[in-house]
């Protein structure tokens, strides 16, 4: 048993092997501290949409790993990442998490910024020995690598590393499919978000996404006062909840057909478990019909087919994003301390839809990301139980052996969980982690 | 309606939501009720913002129900709660449906831990031949806005 963690690379590597990981991982507070240098330190962060900076002058703020940034629209249009803090005595610039400025002005003593992060005034300018305003000295530290997929804005606190579109890899495909849905070919963040906190870590959220014999036991309850329900008149607001919870109850050949792909750098997603016409556009619901008329002005009836064709529940990026093409619905997954996580849940709207689609997605996010969700709350019980329980070293494993050995490779870097109830993803998430933690 | 007839049957309702007594309290709703707590503070509309908790009578059926399932894991233990509520004010009488402002403060304890709600809470109360029946309650938390950990008492 490691009961005083050392955290030289070999011992790092002694944490995590093929079908199993050391409970360390999830618990020790050393390792957190690495982890924001070393991963979160490193690894393009999801950190939100263009939409949510629309116009020249808008800004919204996030976390990246220990940092809280500003993501700014310039003048000249460019996108900025900004490190949050006054380049005089170091106080938060900026607390308001989304808003609109021509200038970012601290608090502490007026020293003001341009979107760009450029410091252009500050009282008394004659007081210093050399001229501080327009010295790139004394801007706003700027984030050194920003770049967009698909209107979705990432950035890395490292200047040197893959290239996003190599780090997305097969995953752009998910980007792509959220915005393939548009009948106009856009989205934007619509509708408020949500935001939920657990006392666990934060790889425990991950590896749940896509993890698909747990909706049979943690969301139980859910499922049987569903199925106890009589059936309402179809279009209820109330569907779309009770058709999310009763799909939860699917039975396992369903679970065990659903694709699930791993893909470098710790990426995965799931095939889509659904089969309800109500949920799913690809189904023949006539709720759709007037939808999928529109989709085909732009993309023309195969093209419908072959967006529509494309189904998939979460797909993760890792280690910051876990998001539902399908179905509108983004986390940004936030480690605050190795025992308490933070997530924001973002909706979408498919520019060019029906009105009605997006209150369906509204519904959704409810029952998916609400903090008083029937189905989320049973989720972060188990996270907080999971945590609570590993603090504990009577035994120090974990095991990821369901699906182990059974791998398929399924071309550009994928490999397919040999079912879809395989923990490959798990898996995957670790091997990444190790990677990350332990590279010179 | 006297103003006494309205305390009294919102504080009938915290005390069955303090006693468990879930199927009673959801007794006091009508066929057509909606139970809200809004994500924003100025949120005129439970369709098109997501909210922390948006349940019709068919949701808040399940809900009760689920409640009250051995494997609710988040309400295994249930939490404990008190209810104060104050203020009390009828802000509209049309003769058939009332609106109702009050402010609510709630003791919440679970598995060693208490926590305090704060809320403005409206309730829009119909006249039935059973009494006043509530037809929406809307429930604003001072941290509607803040990250939450999971919600499993009722306000």
Known sequence: ?440 | VRPAEVEELLYREAELLDRGRLADWLALFTDDATYWIPLEAAQTDPFTTASILFDDRRLLEIRVRQFTHPRAHARVPPPRTVHQIGNVRVLEDDGRELRVGSTLVMVEYRQERQRVWGALVEHRLRRTPDGLRIVAKRVDLANADSELDGIVALF
């Open chain 1, 1 to 440: 048993m490691i009961r005083a963690m050392t955290l030289d690379v070999r011992s790092i590597k002694g944490l995590v092997e093929s079908d199993r990981v050391h409970r360390a991982v999830y618990t020790d507070p050393a390792l957190f501290e690495l982890e924001l240098d070393r991963l979160f330190g490193r690894a393009w962060l999801l950190l939100g949409h263009t939409s949510q900076v629309a116009r020249p002058g808008d800004f919204f703020t996030a976390r990246m790993g220990r940092e809280s940034v500003v993501v700014t629209r310039h003048t000249d249009d460019t996108i900025h990442v900004l490190v949050n803090r006054c380049a005089h005595r170091g106080s938060r610039v900026c607390d308001t998490v989304r808003g609109h400025a021509r200038q970012l002005t601290c608090p502490y003593h007026g020293w003001t910024y341009a979107t760009d992060g450029a410091l252009c005034a500050v009282p008394l300018p004659d007081g210093y020995d050399r001229p501080v305003v327009g010295d790139p000295e004394h801007a706003l530290t700027r984030v050194p690598r920003v770049d967009t997929y698909r209107g979705f804005i990432f950035a890395s606190l490292v200047p040197e590393g893959p290239l996003l579109d190599s780090f997305l890899g097969p995953l752009r495909a998910s980007f792509d499919d959220l915005v393939e849905r548009a009948p106009d070919g856009e989205v934007e963040v619509a509708g408020g978000v949500l935001k939920h906190v657990y006392r666990g870590n934060w790889k425990l959220v991950l590896e749940n996404h896509n993890d698909a014999v747990h909706p049979a036991f943690v969301h139980v309850s859910s499922i049987i006062a569903a199925r106890e329900q009589a059936p309402a008149a179809d279009g209820a607001y109330s569907d779309i909840a009770v058709r999310q919870m009763l799909q939860n109850g699917a039975p396992w050949e369903v679970w065990e057909r659903t694709g699930l792909w791993a893909a470098p750098h710790g990426h995965s997603w799931m095939g889509d478990y659904h089969d309800d016409t109500r949920l799913v556009a690809a189904l023949d619901h006539p709720v759709f019909a007037e939808y999928r008329r529109l989709l085909e002005r732009r993309l023309g009836r195969e093209g419908v087919a072959r967006v529509l064709g494309e189904l998939r529940w979460n797909s993760i990026v890792y280690p910051s994003c876990s998001f539902m093409s399908q179905f509108r619905q983004l986390r940004i997954i936030q480690p605050v301390a190795v025992d308490r996580t933070v997530v924001h849940a973002y909706s979408f709207r498919l520019k060019g839809a029906p009105e009605q689609m997006f209150r369906d997605t509204i519904a959704f996010a409810n029952v998916v990301n609400g903090a008083a969700s029937p189905v989320l709350t049973d989720d972060l019980e188990v996270y907080e139980r999971a945590q609570q329980a590993l603090g504990a070293g009577a035994d120090d494993w974990l095991y990821l052996g369901r699906g182990h050995g059974g791998d398929v490779a399924d071309g550009g870097g994928l490999r397919r969980g040999r079912t879809g109830t395989s923990e490959i993803h798990i898996r995957n998430q670790l091997a990444a982690w190790l990677e990350y933690m332990t590279a010179e």
